[in-house]
């Protein structure tokens, strides 16, 4: 396994393999990784002759007020994990590559990121997907796994490939969970034991929404009735927000009928946790 | 020499040539092709081993106000002009295919798409790297050919390059001229007599810059009075804008020393023409 920082060199060493007709499997990363992360590193080991992963805590899609500086980092640990789950290059990029001096540059998905987590996040989808699109530039992947758990991320980056005619195929696997059911996610790290407790809400909700769902209910408002309850029953949780959307547009669903995306983001103290199942 | 109307199969194409190792050069057009649209061509010619130019008149880099039902369109000519130089491949998109049902991301590279032109056509730079990325992500040239009297837009462009690690090289060729030294334009063709005879006030102007220049004068706010009384002597001239900038930011150069850009804009009756010069 391979460890780039530069730039040139990554791409170099990719070009070198592509043009000997190997395909590349890409899973790009904040790093800190968990069994979320690896589920993507065994898919891609599977699909594809090369797997790189990137490890860059992107600082354009923090907030001013957010995490950025907390966000959990243990590279050591990480390149342990990559190296154990066969892969072939890790990306490292330090933030002066990807972010030259003069940088302006920016790519938007409009509409898509306004609602969910783009309403309290206003430039996070901004972020990611200029980072992503540079990343897939710098890559040039044939496949590009993403994790479900950040279900409006998947569904951007998604259009953005579409749109732009991105020469890549996206790949999105489903949520791994702990063993109480809550989403894998580096900032569970942030939680405490008792947040931890109450964060189980999140999941016991979703699962009340699918039963309920089951069990012949299509009315939204209803099912989000049902879930608000129960998160608020927890002391320390402040909901940002649930919702039952189309999987594409993100646009509501008053009436449920076909797949359909329950998503939710709720705050544990000061963490924000997302979740999300889709029905049908 | 093909035409492509289809993404996936000038895509299809292209990778098999690039697996043999060939190089793409890639001139993008509006069409109405003209001498200076071909120095890029055969520039493209000497420099690759094919030669790609793409036709589409971008509806997303024109305002509402804009010309954008006007522009002229002469297909079979441009294609006669293409076969000509030895182009290997036109691609010749729908609007359909390069703004798709939900098309909704955006490139856009702020700061120095705000000024100069930007100023006046807001979201006609954003138009711009939006349709020329997803141009490269179609056709993946090696190099990619701009010129140089559209000064702003190949500045933005090579901003967005570099931002993005693009995995082209940009070359910016000189503005090829009128015998009358107007720059040539697909635009020129609005032009009657009286307005062509009026139009070379931008040329002159320019020229007036430049051997002021030349015999001492450093002072930007003189060197642009005297351009301007040169254009407004002209009776349907109206400036839009006289610049002299840094030739990579775009920044006003009060005192002229090393490479600077003086850049201008200028409407005649309802053309609106624009020219430039590189002094040093």
Do not use: W
Not at 64 to 73: A, G, I, L, Q, S
Not at 100 to 124: D, I, M, Q, W
Not at 228 to 247: F, H, T, W
């Amino acid at each position: 396994m391979k460890v780039y920082r530069d730039i040139r060199l990554l791409r170099r060493e990719i070009g070198r393999l592509k043009r000997k007709g190997k395909t590349v499997g890409f899973v790009p990363t904040m790093g800190f990784l968990h069994e979320g992360h690896l589920s993507l590193v065994r898919r891609a080991r599977k699909d594809s002759d090369c797997v790189v992963v990137s490890i860059f805590v992107n600082p354009v899609q923090f907030g001013p007020n957010e995490d950025f500086k907390e966000y959990p980092r243990e590279l050591k640990k990480d390149l342990a994990l990559c190296k154990r789950c066969g892969v072939d290059m890790v990306f490292v990029p330090g933030v002066r590559s990807m972010y030259p001096e003069g940088f302006s540059t920016y790519l938007n998905v409009e509409g898509l990121t306004e609602g969910l987590c783009g309403a309290k996040r206003p430039r996070h989808f901004r972020g990611v997907t200029t980072v992503v699109a540079k990343l897939f530039n710098i890559v040039s992947p044939d496949i590009a796994y993403f994790g479900q758990k950040d279900a409006q991320q998947a569904i951007v980056i998604k259009r953005m490939v579409k749109d732009l005619a991105l020469p890549v195929k996206i790949k999105v696997m489903p949520i791994v969970r702990e063993k109480d059911d809550l989403a894998m996610s580096s900032r569970n790290t942030y939680l405490d034991r008792d947040s931890r407790k109450q964060a189980a809400s999140l999941h016991k909700s979703l699962k009340a929404a699918r039963e309920l769902y089951k069990k012949g209910e299509k009315d939204s408002k209803k099912i989000i009735s049902r879930m608000r309850n129960l998160i608020l029953a927890e002391k320390d949780a402040e909901i940002d927000y649930i919702v039952i959307v189309d999987p594409e547009t993100l646009m509501d669903v008053k009436k449920i009928s076909g797949k359909t995306l329950v998503a939710l983001a709720v705050r544990i103290g000061k963490t924000r946790l997302i979740d999300n199942v889709i029905l049908n």
